[in-house]
């Protein structure tokens, strides 16, 4: 058993411990307290916590970090990134694998213990496994005119049957993309899919532009338009009159184990139904700036009782996958929602969502000791609120057999 000492301790599950020890045997913790302990290794001025859940990501869109430009309107950017995919389609490209498993790398690097990602090709699949990344892997479906919805869920779900690995850290599931590019049909075949597996969760993207408000409520608008463009209107179609949230949930898609994703247009009665649903949100904000669709509204999020993650989205929208920086965009945005709860998002509840809430998200007993080392500097009396400022690679370090590896 290895026993550190540190200036801070936060379990996220209780207050921080100032002059704090934990124990650690076999890659798992074994005990939390306060107070000296001769036995115990001092890492000196530092806080212990659990690693980072970055619980929204596109690995397999790092190859366009600097390619897609910020934009003002929500469908430019959709075009840009459907242009570019076009040109770079091919998922077994080194340069697009490349540039995935640079961004794991990078997120570790940052803190960053256990991911979410979004996928159409499973391609990040082995390079989180080689990178020993813990990760629930979302295998993404597209498809607004589909003939035989429940025969691409079983296609898609044998796809990732055949990348399963028994006990392993990284887990797959099937999720829809969005309401705009999604069929009911297709969206209900998923979600059959997913309640045959009670193990799994699911993901999609949800009320982030108005422009998807306008196309759900009245099927009219840019969204509209860029269907017919693609060709994959679907005639049968009909607007559902309510804004996307209530779509959903009248579809009967949205439960506890489901996490929507941005959900920016969100009114009073969207709130209160995801609240009821138990649907887990995760919010971007740095991606929301990027693609032009506005802020999301964190404050009403955490005074609904909306349990919140947060996740950095793809580096198409965003410019690096540092959650610490997410961490520091949130707390502009929601200055009222006290620290401990916007860490507690970064934790606790993204590896809640994701699956993994009895391995990873907080310094308790029995849990997996993936635990990071924050430097803090002298003088900081509100470590949580210190741990919101943007905190960079360079004064992270992740605990092993002995003192933390600063980069």
């Not at 929204?56 to 970090?65: A, F, R, V």
């Not at 496994?129 to 869920?153: I, Q, S």
């Not at 887990?280 to 919140?308: E, T």
């Not at 590896?351 to 924050?374: C, E, M, N, P």
């Amino acid at each position: 058993m290895t026993v550190f000492r540190a200036a801070w301790i936060l379990p996220i599950t209780a207050p921080p411990i100032r002059d704090g020890w934990l124990a650690v045997e076999d890659g798992v913790i074994g005990a939390v307290g306060s107070g000296r302990r001769v036995d115990a290794a001092d890492l000196g001025p530092v806080a212990v916590l659990p690693a980072l859940v970055n619980a929204h990501t596109h690995l397999e869109l790092s190859y366009l970090e600097g390619v897609v430009q910020p934009v003002d309107r929500f469908l430019d950017w959709i075009r840009a990134v459907v242009a570019a995919r076009r040109r770079y389609c091919d998922p077994r490209d080194p340069a697009i694998l490349e540039a995935a498993r640079a961004a794991i790398g990078a997120a570790r690097t940052s803190g960053t213990g256990l991911m979410g990602d979004v996928s159409n090709t499973l391609a990040a699949v082995p390079l989180l496994r080689e990178a020993g990344m813990a990760a629930r892997v979302f295998h993404e479906l597209l498809g607004f005119n589909t003939d035989d919805p429940v025969g691409r869920v079983r296609a898609a779900r044998a796809a990732i049957d055949l990348e399963r690995e028994p006990g392993a850290a990284v887990r797959l599931s099937l999720a829809p993309h969005a309401p705009y590019s999604v069929s009911p049909g297709l969206c209900a075949a998923i979600r059959a899919d997913l309640d045959a597996h009670p193990e799994d969760v699911s993901t999609i993207h949800l009320a982030e532009s108005p422009e998807e408000v306008e196309f759900i409520a009245r099927g009219t608008g840019g969204w509209r338009e860029l269907l017919g463009e693609l060709d994959v209107w679907s005639p049968a179609w009909r607007p559902a009159g309510v804004s996307p949230t209530l779509y959903l949930s009248a579809l009967g898609f949205l439960d506890a184990r489901v996490l929507a994703v941005h959900v920016v247009q969100c009114t009073a009665d969207d709130l209160a139904r995801l609240r009821a649903a138990g649907t887990n949100v995760v919010s971007c904000p740095r991606s929301n700036r990027y693609v032009g669709v506005g802020d999301p509204p964190l404050d009403a999020f955490y005074r609904a009782g909306i349990p919140v993650a947060f996740g950095t989205d793809s580096l198409a929208s965003a410019p690096d996958v540092n959650l610490f920086a997410e961490l520091a965009a949130a707390r502009r945005l929601a200055p009222r929602v006290a620290a401990g709860r916007l860490l507690e998002s970064a934790t606790l509840r993204g590896a809640t969502a994701l699956g993994f809430g009895g391995q990873f998200g907080s310094i308790d007993v029995g849990k997996r000791a993936s635990l990071i080392a924050v430097r803090v500097p002298a003088g900081v009396v509100d470590v949580e609120e210190y741990l919101l400022s943007g905190i960079e690679p360079a004064d992270i370090g992740w605990l092993g057999a002995s003192t933390p590896n600063f980069q």
